[in-house]
């Protein structure tokens, strides 16, 4: 993998895709081989926006790496709140650290930051943009699972804000999948992605549903997203749409034995707790394996960095 | 002859209109740039893309709805003492692509060119999206990709196919 910053999971091709999962499997087949890899490498963490997983698995990555963290804090004790930009923020904060991980809730965030900055700038989520991150753990979890080719995936629930819905999306017509996307119609794919989708991969076909019902039967993985009150007009309309793309064990009795389930977090109604403990359920899985995928990242990233020690 | 659109041998029609429109309402200019074959109605988006606004001092001559063989109604623009690059007027692709540039010295038209679509337009355009990084006040030029049938905001990556001209940022 050669790239100075990780944006967007387009920017990502299959091979580069398997570099970074191949990387992720080996660190968690043995993570004390790479526990003094990159002592004295400082991460930079930019949340402008909450995170609790991703934030904390890029520090648990880093620092089960060798190295340690630098965290800008909340924007309420920084200077973002004395008004000062992105890049000037940016700018500044690249001289502490060897690497940066933003979150921000603008679109586009990310790119722009990267203009501004030498050291790799790893988006962690732009808005409703995108979150190549957590599409590589999700990646990961898929393999393992499942398997990448010859998938059957169903993406559901709000598909027009969902930045890990974007991301995943576009990585997987870098593999052989079916895939349905399944949300109310006023949360359907922006036409953004469908363009990007049908870019890389001029014959996709964008299978959209209304109900999990038509498809359920037919899927290896199940990805749920949250669908969120402040889309909605009112919380009778809400009510209405949300409580159609909940599942439940009942919703499962449609389902293939082998379907893995799996959710981004947080989660709020969408999936039942008695799923939790079935052979379905791996988005705690999925969460835990956020640390060895941003540890491989931030290992070829770093080690690029450095010379492409990894690559020549 | 003292004027570009007299020169137009291979439209005979426009020429006739716009000789007699021309002589009336915009004068000739000697040394500078014309725009002509501009959409009707988009004249001053033109001079908004450019960054012309006349506060500079720049002598101007802006015909609109200027009867027209090909294009019906047409809008003719007329920039003394500038000659306009290829790179400045390509941007005008996007709201005048049927537009021809004839850059102007000593009163005759010394070059002539149609516009061509830029892969990108910098610093032209506002992004419509008011969750892009572009409309925080950051210190970024609005940069858009051009697509076949639109631009696409190379932050946010909004596509945005109608209403271009709505965009310019002036």
């Known amino acids: 993998m050669r790239h100075d910053h990780l944006i967007t999971s387009k920017q990502l091709s299959r091979a580069d895709v398997e570099t970074v999962l191949d990387r992720a499997a080996e660190i968690d087949a043995d993570p004390d081989a790479v526990a003094d890899r990159h002592t004295n490498t400082l991460l930079g963490l930019l949340f402008f926006e909450p995170s609790t997983r991703t934030k904390m698995s890029f520090e648990t990555a880093m620092k089960r790496l060798g190295g340690d963290i630098v965290d800008m804090g909340s924007i309420e004790s920084s200077s ?36 501004f900055v030498d050291v790799p700038l790893l988006n962690a989520g732009d808005g409703a943009g995108h979150h190549p991150t957590q599409t590589m753990l999700d990646l990961y979890t898929i393999r393992e699972n499942a398997g990448l080719d010859d998938l059957t995936i169903g993406i559901m629930g709000d598909l027009k804000y969902g930045r890990t819905v974007h991301s995943l999306a576009h990585a997987l017509t870098n593999f052989d999948t079916r895939q349905h996307f399944i949300s109310p119609e006023s949360l359907r794919l922006p036409r953004e992605v469908v363009y990007d989708l049908h870019q890389a991969d001029e014959n996709a076909a964008i299978r959209e549903h209304d109900s999990l019902e038509d498809v359920l039967p037919s899927l290896d993985v199940l990805y749920v997203t949250r669908i969120q009150r402040e889309r909605f007009p009112d919380e009778q309309e809400y009510q209405k749409v949300a409580g159609e793309y909940q599942i439940d064990a009942e919703t499962l009795e449609a389902a293939s034995d082998d379907l893995t389930i799996m959710h981004p977090l947080p989660r709020v109604d969408e999936i039942d707790p008695e799923i939790d403990d079935t052979e379905h359920a791996a988005y705690f899985e999925q969460a835990h394996n956020g640390v060895p995928v941003r540890m491989a990242l931030l290992d070829l990233l770093l080690s690029d960095e450095r010379g492409g020690e990894d690559d020549e | 002859m003292s004027d570009d659109s007299d020169r137009r041998d291979d439209e005979a029609g426009d020429a006739r209109n716009t000789r007699e429109d021309h002589q009336l309402r915009v004068s000739k200019i000697r040394d500078g740039t014309v725009i002509d074959h501009v959409r009707g109605g988009q004249a001053l988006n033109v001079l908004a893309i450019l960054g012309i606004d006349g506060s500079e001092g720049e002598e101007l001559s802006v015909g609109m709805n200027v009867p027209s063989d090909r294009l019906a109604r047409k809008d003719i623009v007329k920039v003394e003492g500038r000659e306009l690059s290829q790179d400045e007027v390509d941007v005008l692709s996007l709201i005048a692509p049927d537009a021809t540039i004839n850059i102007v010295r000593d009163y005759e038209v010394i070059e002539k060119h149609r516009v061509e679509r830029p892969e990108v337009v910098e610093g032209v355009l506002s992004c419509p999206n008011s969750g892009c990084i572009t409309t925080g006040g950051e210190p970024v030029s609005s940069r858009f990709d051009v697509l076949s049938d639109g631009v696409r905001c190379a932050y946010c990556e909004t596509i945005v196919r109608d209403g271009i001209a709505a965009l310019i940022d002036t």
């Open chain 1, 80 to 115: 973002v709140k004395k008004g000062e930009t992105l890049a000037d923020t940016v700018r500044v904060i690249e001289g502490y650290a060897d690497a940066l991980v933003l979150r921000h809730p603008k679109q586009g965030a990310a790119t722009m930051a990267s203009e």
